[in-house]
């Protein structure tokens, strides 16, 4: 059983920065891929990016791409996203999620851990 916990959620201006963070108890994340989702009000989830178990692959939907980078400390049992160049569109609440594989984070299925969420608002 693994418990998945995000911080570092907030209120920030657009164009601002954030770095939100993943802590994991329980197995070691090591042995999951990662990723990082969203869910605005009144949308659907959506696939923010992830991460290998060793974290020398990555993945991002367009809207992210080159604004957010995903890493992880598997030392630290921990997941991270920083995100640049905020915007107002955003703004949701944001979930780490760990999978067996790489595929399944990247497409949203499949995965066996979820964490609480943690709100991202950016004002214009």
């Known amino acids: 059983q693994v418990q998945l916990v995000e911080s570092g959620g907030g209120l920030v201006q657009a164009g601002g920065s954030l770095r939100l963070s993943c802590a994991a108890s329980?197995?070691?994340?090591?042995?999951?891929?990662m990723g990082w989702f969203r869910q605005a009000p009144g949308k659907e989830r959506e696939f923010a990016a992830a991460i290998s178990r060793t974290g020398g692959i990555t993945y991002y939907p367009d809207s992210v791409k080159g604004r957010f980078t995903i890493s992880r400390d598997n030392a630290k049992n921990t997941v991270y996203l920083q995100m640049n160049s905020l915007k107002p569109e955003d703004t949701a609440v944001y979930y780490c999620a760990a999978g067996s594989v790489m595929g399944s984070v990247v497409v949203g299925s499949s995965l066996e851990y979820w964490g609480q969420g943690t709100q991202v608002t950016v004002s214009s």
């Open positions: 329980g197995r070691t994340l090591s042995s999951y891929a």
